[in-house]
């Protein structure tokens, strides 16, 4: 900075040096026009808003004003403009444009004609007047035409494409963005094409024409890697996650967003850094993930570091409807105080309006009424100027509430009735911009078609001026010939792979139902089994209690009756659950069995199984524990679900020894809940667990006090969990204990009568 001041006063020297020398002569003083540029190349090499440029172009001026230049003048004047455009001078800069237009017009020199109009363009689109941007950045076009100049000329559609894009007349954009581009292609600026392509493919999210969007952005993406560009780099990898954050990608999303980081952070670009980290931010909002608090956090640090005030209300909003959500109060409460404040100094009425309407609601959380309907009416003014009707909704909405707590009935009445006004106008015009919507796409869909019929005509015309007949002819024969035999050949591949295909599919039916039939009689001689033996025995028990009572009854004291009653009561109970569990089988099996799922609360049936298992836990002296949350709900077949219950928990009452444990809990995962009955009991050896997870045949083992079982119970619960859509998986240390685990999805979508036949 010390070498550009001290070269500055030298230059200013010789200016004064020519100006004192003019009253010596009747000619006008003449200063150097390689001065002249060696000042222009200083500007340039300077940055935009640095205090000595402004000066530098102030000497400029006067240099081409003692040398009667007129196109020195006007490039002096744009560069001044251009300075004063950089400072955010805007009514100062359009003045020296004014002057320059009119100085190229007195001339005759239109050399800098179509850089003036675009830079008027420029400021025209800064004050928010789209039109005269428009207007300006097509008379840019014509000027830069003029002078051969494409460089120029794609840059002006590009703004004027930009300028429609703002206004969401997305199919004119689309024009003009599609003209930009047919120029960038023919030049060799990785960086100019990049930029064309990114808002190209901005258009098509627009859209929401996901899959050409990330087309576009793709491309730029690829342009900007080969010219190694950081920061091109990061704002296409953040428009490709914001293309998967939409699609609910939102983990391929985050890590495209996490490059966007690593670049943005490479280019020293802090703003588009607290850009990504906020895009990151909202994937994990949407994901109802707390990382999201973290990032949104990160992004107001980082538009803080750059001073970007209009990023900063951004990122306060972010960070203080994270709290507001998260009941933070106090926090949310500080952040949106912050951003009114910003967002009335820089006088941005949609800004303000939204810091209201969230103090309203941190208000109305805080239970002080009066202070949230307070900023609720505040807030009707900045929304209705900048006419969000969404805010506006919102902000009656509230009202209507905090009246209606009031007891203000007519007012309450009022506000909703005004909430349901903006509703409608809501509801309509999203009808109107998805007509307008559906209609540009048309319209450009024939617009593209009308592009590629020009295209392909041009094509044919190239081949009909440079084709020789004779070849065209030859090749014509030849394709003719290949064709055929192509076709040919097609057919025989085709119908032999239809054939292949077919025997292919008869080998694996024949296979599959091979499978079954042995499944079906492996699961025919199991339930023979069980009834020739197993359910034979309990009655044999039972017919001897019973001769017993009926020939020693009076020879028995009180206590030996009990005993052989209650002997008899388990064996009898044991029977019950036996032929309950064969019945459900055999219905299972045969394809009768109903299966009614509805809404469930899963406590409630846990507990009620629980509490018919707890006398059985309780006469092995075995430790019963239920810890299920209350809000949790599933649809399932209930009776279904109470015969999986009773059977595991059962199951573990009967491998546990006096003393042990078996905790029952339950918990919702990844849109599935998990119920699992986890126990201290005997375990099984990994043989046990491989064979019982492995062939789905349950051998049934003695209990700790001798229970005999069949295995039925664990083989139904299987089978009707997978009914529900789930499954049921087992994990089993010997003389550690049992986990197993019934996970059942939350809502499920099964429409079936009855239960399918099972092969196992």
């Known amino acids: 900075m010390r070498t550009i001041s001290i070269k500055f006063g030298a230059l200013i020297s010789i200016i004064i040096s020519f100006t004192l020398l003019s009253g010596c002569s009747n000619e006008p003083p003449r200063v150097n026009s390689a001065l002249f540029d060696q000042i222009k190349k200083k500007i340039e090499e300077l940055p935009p808003t640095d205090s000595v440029k402004g000066q530098l172009t102030d000497s400029?001026?006067?240099?081409?004003?003692?040398?009667?230049?007129?196109?020195?003048?006007?490039?002096?004047?744009?560069?001044?403009?251009?300075?004063?455009?950089?400072?955010?001078?805007?009514?100062?800069?359009?003045?020296f444009l004014e002057r320059a237009e009119e100085t190229a017009h007195q001339t005759g020199d239109q050399t800098n004609l179509g850089r003036i109009f675009e830079n008027i363009g420029r400021i025209h689109y800064r004050k928010g007047e789209t039109d005269e941007a428009v207007s300006y950045f097509r008379e840019?076009?014509?000027?830069?035409?003029?002078?051969?100049?494409?460089?120029?000329?794609?840059?002006?559609?590009?703004?004027?494409?930009?300028?429609?894009?703002?206004k969401s007349l997305f199919d004119s954009s689309l024009i003009l963005f599609n003209e930009a581009l047919k120029i960038r292609e023919t030049l060799h600026n990785a960086d100019y094409l990049a930029t064309t392509l990114n808002n190209i493919g901005t258009v098509y999210f627009n859209w929401s024409l996901y899959d050409k969007a990330l087309e576009y952005y793709l491309r730029a993406l690829k342009l900007q890697q080969i010219a190694e560009n950081p920061l091109g780099i990061s704002i296409s990898l953040s428009n490709i996650g914001l293309v998967y954050k939409e699609t609910r990608q939102y983990e391929e999303a985050i890590e495209f967003y996490k490059k966007s980081i690593e670049n943005a952070i490479k280019a020293k670009d802090t703003s588009f850094i607290g850009y990504a980290y906020q895009g990151i931010g909202n994937a994990y909002?949407?994901?109802?993930?707390?990382?999201?608090?973290?990032?949104?956090?990160?992004?107001?640090?980082?538009?803080?570091?750059?001073?970007?005030?209009?990023?900063?209300?951004?990122?306060?909003?972010?960070?203080?409807?994270?709290?507001?959500?998260?009941?933070?109060?106090?926090?949310?409460?500080s952040y949106l105080n912050q951003m009114l404040v910003l967002a009335d100094s820089e006088k941005i009425p949609l800004r303000k309006a939204e810091a209201l309407v969230g103090l309203g609601k941190v208000k109305m959380g805080l239970g002080d009424l009066q202070a949230a309907k307070n900023y609720f009416n505040r807030a009707v003014e900045p929304a209705t100027e900048v006419r969000n009707l969404l805010l506006l909704s919102e902000v009656y909405e509230n009202l209507g509430k905090i009246y209606d707590q009031q007891g203000a009935v007519d007012s309450s009445l009022a506000s909703f009735k005004k909430h349901l006004d903006y509703s409608n106008q809501i509801n309509e015009e999203e009808k109107d911009r998805r007509l307008t919507g559906l209609k540009n796409k048309v319209r450009f869909q024939q617009y593209e078609e009308d592009l590629q019929n020009e295209r392909i005509q041009n094509q044919i015309q190239l081949i009909v001026l440079f084709a020789i007949m004779f070849l065209l002819i030859i090749i014509i024969i030849v394709a003719v010939v290949l064709y055929r035999f192509y076709k040919k050949q097609t057919a025989i591949n085709k119908e032999l792979s239809e054939k292949n295909e077919m025997i292919r599919q008869q080998t694996e039916a024949l296979e599959s139902a091979n499978l079954e039939l042995k499944e079906v009689n492996l699961a025919k001689e199991r339930l023979f089994s069980i009834i020739a033996h197993d359910l034979r025995s309990p009655f044999q028990v039972i017919l001897g209690f019973t001769e017993m009572l009926l020939t020693d009854i009076n020879d028995m004291s009180d206590e030996e009756k009990t005993e052989q009653i209650e002997a008899l009561y388990q064996t009898a109970t044991s029977s019950y659950r036996l032929v309950e569990n064969l019945l459900h089988l055999s219905a299972a099996k045969a394809g009768t069995l109903e299966f009614k799922p509805e809404k469930i609360e899963l406590a409630h049936i846990i507990g009620e199984v629980a509490t018919l298992s707890e006398k059985l836990a309780a006469a092995k002296k075995v430790k019963l524990f239920v810890s299920t949350p209350e809000e949790l709900e599933l649809v399932a077949d209930s009776n279904m679900l109470?015969?999986?219950?009773?059977?595991?928990?059962?199951?573990?009452?009967?491998?546990?020894?006096?003393?042990?444990?078996?905790?029952?809990?339950?918990?919702?995962?990844?849109?599935?809940?998990?119920?699992?009955?986890?126990?201290?009991?005997?375990?099984?050896?990994?043989?046990?667990?491989?064979?019982?997870?492995?062939?789905?045949?349950?051998?049934?083992?003695?209990?700790?006090?001798?229970?005999?079982?069949?295995?039925?119970?664990?083989?139904?619960?299987?089978?009707?969990?997978?009914?529900?859509?789930?499954?049921?998986?087992?994990?089993?240390?010997?003389?550690?204990?049992?986990?197993?685990?019934?996970?059942?999805?939350?809502?499920?979508?099964?429409?079936?009568?009855?239960?399918?036949?099972?092969?196992?």
């Open 60 to 95: 400029l001026l006067s240099i081409s004003e003692l040398n009667k230049n007129h196109s020195e003048k006007i490039l002096a004047l744009i560069l001044k403009s251009e300075y004063l455009m950089d400072n955010g001078k805007n009514d100062e800069a359009l003045i």
């Open 140 to 166: 840019a076009v014509g000027g830069y035409r003029a002078v051969n100049d494409s460089t120029g000329m794609g840059s002006a559609y590009n703004n004027a494409g930009f300028a429609f894009w703002q």
């Open 285 to 333: 909002q949407d994901m109802k993930n707390d990382s999201a608090g973290y990032f949104l956090n990160l992004s107001l640090e980082n538009y803080r570091n750059t001073k970007d005030l209009r990023g900063i209300m951004l990122g306060l909003l972010g960070v203080g409807s994270y709290n507001l959500k998260k009941g933070n109060f106090a926090d949310a409460q």
């Open 642 to 760: 109470t015969l999986i219950l009773r059977n595991l928990i059962n199951n573990s009452i009967k491998y546990c020894n006096p003393g042990d444990i078996i905790q029952v809990s339950a918990c919702a995962e990844n849109d599935a809940i998990l119920i699992k009955v986890k126990d201290t009991g005997s375990g099984m050896t990994e043989e046990t667990l491989n064979n019982l997870l492995g062939s789905g045949i349950v051998k049934s083992q003695r209990g700790t006090s001798g229970e005999k079982g069949t295995g039925l119970g664990l083989d139904l619960s299987r089978d009707f969990a997978k009914k529900h859509g789930g499954d049921i998986l087992i994990e089993s240390t010997l003389d550690v204990g049992t986990t197993v685990t019934v996970i059942l999805p939350v809502a499920n979508e099964s429409s079936a009568a009855t239960v399918e036949s099972s092969s196992r």
